[in-house]
């Protein structure tokens, strides 16, 4: 069997208990040795095959997990955060339907979750915003023309942009061009979660000045919105004017 497992954004202990397990019981495990934490891989079992994938092609990773299954052993593909959010893992789950390999997927705490909780903030609140959108800059590879940064800063809302911590005059550009103002809050979230976290806390318009000055070229989220502002409202949920399901309003 193979299970796909997210590691979590970063911290160790932040995979899942079954993610966890799953590890400890693998004969074999392919991680993504660029952005998952090594120290995942110490509780594995004794003679477990252990595989980096930031030096294997696709074709390689299929074939690691062909022979395990020939053995009718157990492998853990090992992805950072959540593999749903850029994994790459909808490839190689078609190349298994294509072979008849089970497979199944274990889901991961996300890093824009963790930068969150490194920022103290939340990203949905009242009368600020209530949506988010998770995206990245077109760089080396491309992203849909509707999907654009520009076209996204249009909608005013949260934004949490992947990927893009080597792209941020360009980032920055787009962002103005699409309607933010450059007194909008951003933090740049350097790897949220690891031991060396770091926070950076600017505004659209000081966005790649302050990158270059923290000489920050990878392994950040950049989050942008005025959910990092001071201005919002209250839940309704919590209001004692309003019902619920579960209590009546106070006159």
Known sequence: MIYFVGAGSGAADLITVRGARLLREADAIIYAGSLVSEELL?????GALVYNSAYMTLDEVIEVMVEMEKQQKMTVRLH?????????????????????FAYDICPGVSSFSAAAAALKA?????????SVIIT??????????????RR???????????LSASLTEKLQEELLEGGYQENTPVAIVYRASWPDEKIIRCTVGTLH????????????????GDFLGDEYETSLLYDPAFSTGYREAKK
Do not use: K, N, W
């Open 42 to 46: 110490h509780e594995r079992r004794e």
């Open 80 to 100: 950072t955060g959540d593999p749903s959010l850029y994994g790459a893992i909808r490839e190689q789950m078609d190349r298994l339907d294509e072979l008849g």
């Open 122 to 130: 939340e990203y949905t609140l009242p009368s600020v915003s209530q």
């Open 136 to 149: 990245r800059m077109a760089g080396r590879t491309p992203v849909p023309e509707l999907e654009s940064i």
């Open 152 to 162: 996204f800063a249009a909608h005013q809302c949260t934004m949490v942009i992947f």
């Open 209 to 224: 000045e302050s990158a270059l000055h923290h000489e920050i070229t990878r392994h950040a989220l950049i989050v942008v």
